[in-house]
Structures are given as C-alpha cells and as structure tokens.
C-alpha cells in the first residue's frame, strides 16, 4: 500500500497542535525585575507557616498572629522577641509553580524602595518584612537568608543627628507612659499591640479633634535611637515624636510635641519630610 505524502499544510498543522499541546512551547520569564544577586536560592518553604516552625527551631519563636493561604502564595504575622524587643514580621512564600522569579524580585524590589520602603529579609521563594529593621540580621541569620536593605529616594534618612536626649525619666510599665501622655494631651481608646507598644488617641473624647500616637519602651538606648531614626526616615511623611530615657512617643498630631516634651521631660526629635 502506497503511503500518502503529507502536505506542507498538513505539517504545519500537526505542529501548531503539538506547540499548542505544550511539546514545544518554552516558558520564558514575564518581563519584570530579578530578584537580587545576593538572595540565596535556598531554603525554600512551601508555606508561611513552615517559615515561623523554621524559625522556632532556630531558636527564634515567632508567635503566629494571623495566617493565610493564596492560590500562589502564603503569609503569616508572627511576633519574636529579638535582643529583648517583641518584634513583627510579615511573611510571604510563594508557589514556583504559579509566581516567576521576577515577579518575586518585582515585589521585592517594590517594597524596598518609595516613599515607605521597607528593610527585608529574603531567600528562595520567599521574604520577609520586619518591622524592626534592626532585628533583620538575626532573623536572617536564623533563617540561613540575607538582609535586603530599603534604598532608594524613600530610606534616605535626613542629615541632621538626632538632639541630645536625656537618660531620664524612664519607665517600667508602658501603661505608666500613657497616663503620663493622658494628663498632658489625652490618651484613650487604648490598644495594645502584639509588640507591646499602645496606640491611643489624643485630645479629648468627643471633641471631633482627637488623633493618633504611638507609645513604646525600648529596652537599650541604642534601640531606642534605631527606633527614631526608622520614623525619620521617609521623604514626604512629616514625623513628630517625644522621647527621653527608655521611651518614645510618635505622635500623628504634629503640633503636640512641644507640650508633651515639657509635661513629660523629654525632647522633640521631628521631620518635616522634605
């Protein structure tokens, strides 16, 4: 029996049903940013949840606060005291399977620069924004991972040094901190963060002028400074706080800290965000 010969047509055909099948297609990376060169390509986590175990058997307890799971990716709130200072971190782990490695280093990169950019700590498929940038290189280090410092236009911090600031008065109790704040320019609907510090609003309940602040005792004066110096940071986001001893009050209000320096003895460390 002859065999019948198959038309360029009929070739061209079968190919596009096989390129279409996925015999030959190639899954080239979406256009976007690559992850850093210093990440590490390992380890890799299938979920945030195994991020926080890994860290506990580092040595590292991070107490969940909130978890979920995407189509593509994972996250986790946990709270770790690091050198003394309760300390939140957000992670993201991502599915190979479903993100790019430049759509991860795309995110990366969107999160260390701007006008907030954050400090991260990242490896593999996966990273993680702490709150603290001082704690980055011991959660780094538990987690075999590298500090991804912010840069960019927003993590400049601003030229002039922080006042000198007294080592007095100090505080053992942070709820202390907020009567003190409270005789002196209000301090209710109290919150008490995972962290510790207490969020609170200032002014007078009901007057329609009430605003925000943020109480926290730091253990050394060193993270004390750290602490300022992350709040000061950020071009275009004016900042006011008071501070002496072993506490800080950031205050959304900007025209009360000359009053709750002199109330509370301590000093005004501001910036106008320009």
């Known amino acids: 029996m002859r065999k019948r010969p198959v038309s360029v047509a009929g070739a061209c055909l079968a190919l596009a049903v096989l390129t279409a099948c996925g015999r030959f297609e190639s899954h080239p ?14 380890p890799t986590y299938t979920t945030a949840k195994a991020v926080v175990q ?9 107490e969940t ?5 995407y189509d593509g990716s994972s996250t986790a709130d946990c709270v770790a005291t690091v050198d003394g200072v309760k300390v939140e971190n957000e992670i993201s782990v991502f599915d190979p399977d479903v993100v790019s490695k430049t ?8 999160r260390r620069t701007g006008a907030y950019a954050q400090t991260l700590v990242a490896a593999g498929n996966w990273y993680i924004r702490v709150m603290d940038p001082p704690s980055a290189p011991a959660v780094a280090k538990a987690l075999h991972a590298v500090v991804v410092d912010a840069k960019g236009k927003g993590a400049k911090t601003p030229k002039y040094p922080l006042p000198h600031i007294s080592s007095t008065p100090t505080y053992k109790k ?11 320019v209000g301090c209710f ?11 609170c609003e200032t002014g007078k309940l009901g007057s329609g ?12 004066h ?15 986001v004016p900042a006011e706080l008071v501070t002496a001893g072993n506490w800080t009050v950031n205050l959304c209000d900007t025209t009360l800290g000359a009053k709750v320096a002199r109330d509370l003895g301590g000093v005004v460390v501001a910036y106008d965000g320009r």
Not at 209 to 220: D, G, I, K, M, R
């Open 103 to 110: 759509e991860i280093g795309t995110s990366i990169e969107s």
């Open 29 to 42: 990376e979406p256009a976007g940013t690559a992850i850093p060169s210093e990440v590490p390509s390992k």
């Open 174 to 184: 942070v709820d202390a901190l907020a009567d003190d704040v409270a005789a002196s």
């Open 222 to 236: 060193a993270r004390r400074d750290a602490a300022l110096r992350e709040a000061i940071k950020y071009r275009g």
């Open 54 to 62: 890994a860290m506990g058997q580092a040595g590292l307890d991070c």
């Open 65 to 69: 606060v909130r978890s979920r799971d």
């Open 189 to 199: 609907q109290r919150q008490t963060a995972s962290t510790g510090s207490i969020k």
């Open 209 to 220: 002028t009430t605003n925000c602040a943020v109480l926290t005792l730091h253990p050394t």
